[in-house]
Each structure stands twice: as C-alpha cells, then as structure tokens.
C-alpha cells in the first residue's frame, strides 16, 4: 500500500491531507489556539476535519528575542504535524509540501523557510521515511494541478468542490460545502473562512505528488 501526504505548511494554520487508497483520504488542520471560533470548529469537525490545536506564537518586536521564540515555535510545530499524522500512514510514504512563495516579503520569507527547513528535517524523525521521500513544489505548480498556476484562493476551492477525483466524490468536507456552503463561509462578507483554503491547498499538493509519482 502507498500513503501520499499534502502538506500547506505556514505558520497560523498548517493543514496536511492524507490518502492511503482512493477511498480512504484524511484532513488534518492545526490552528492556533482560539484562532477559530466553536461553531466554525464543530462544522469543520461534522465534516470528518481532524483539528489540532496548536499554541498561540507571541509577536514580539524585539529582533533576538523573536528568533528565540522562533526557534522553539518551529520545532514544536513541526512536532505536532508529524505526530498528528503518523497513525493515518500505512506502506510506502511519500511526502509533498508546497514550497514558500518568493512573494513573501524579507524577514518573512527567511521565517517561513526557516520553519520549512526544520518541518522536513523532523518528518524523517518522527515519520519512517527518508529524505528522499519529500518532495516540494513550487505554489504555482501546485495551482495548475487545480487549473490554473495563476489561481487565486477561492478558484483552488472551487475547483476542489467541482472535481471529478474519485476520492473526493463520498469526500464529508467537499459533499458540505456543496450542500451547506454559508457554514464555510464569513456570515458579513460571504467568503471562504480560514483554514478552509489550508486544507484545499494541502489537497492539491497531495495531487501533484500524487501526478507526478503515478504518471512516471
């Protein structure tokens, strides 16, 4: 049996999707602690949403004493996600992450890569693969398995509500928000509510890994 593992890695709100077979696909988000309200969470959990909370990362402006913090948040972090998921894999494993946008700017981009390099680090100590079981995909290759490398958030959520994939066809998450879309969705503005866009993107990085592995 192969596992395939997505991973949407930032620092708020990581999600991972795991399928082991074409029926059998798991999602697993990890919020920051009170970052999102009760009812949104008994939705996401209705759906068949694992939720894992995580702590709340402090903001400090004081340059030394946030990369301390840093440093301790990456690992943590990366703890949490590879231990979350590690009962979901079975067989062969193989891992995708989306990359970092070079968009982000400066001392962002250096964070972001910074947690990114210690998440991949981690994965092959708490999980029984190797390194060359991760595979990482630009954002803009991970958008054209959904259509387009130019899609926006809520384009990957509606190609993910509108595909035709066998595994997400008896999908709880995908069959809610086509039945029930406002439980998804900000009751004022009437767009996606975070981390849904998380998990849509952790999907379509399985995809990619999934594509690429299968078609060679």
Request: proline share 6%.
């Amino acid at each position: 049996m192969k596992t395939y593992v997505g991973i949407d890695y930032s620092l708020k709100s990581p999600a991972v999707t795991v399928m082991s077979k074409a029926s059998d696909i798991t999602f697993v988000i990890f919020p920051r602690e009170n970052s999102l309200k009760d009812k949104y969470i008994e939705t996401l959990k209705d759906t068949g949403v694992i939720i894992s909370p995580v702590p709340y990362i402090k903001n400090v402006k004081d340059l030394a004493e946030n990369e301390r913090i840093n440093s301790g948040d990456s690992e943590m972090l990366a703890t949490a996600v590879a231990t979350a998921i590690l009962p979901h894999l079975k067989g062969d494993i193989k891992i995708g992450i989306e990359g970092i946008s070079f968009a982000s700017p400066g001392n962002t981009k250096v964070q972001y890569a910074g947690y990114h390099y210690v998440l991949r680090l981690l994965l092959t100590i708490v999980l029984p693969i190797k390194y060359d079981a991760v595979y990482v995909y630009a954002p803009n290759t991970v958008k054209k398995t959904a259509g387009k490398g130019n899609f926006k958030k809520d384009q990957m959520i509606e190609a993910f509500i509108n595909s035709d994939a066998v595994e997400l066809q008896n999908c709880p998450l995908r069959n809610g928000l086509i039945k029930t879309p406002e439980l998804y969705q900000s009751p004022k503005a009437k767009h996606w509510m975070k981390p849904l866009d998380d998990i849509v993107d952790s999907y379509w990085t399985m995809k990619t890994l999934l594509n690429e592995l299968e078609n060679n």
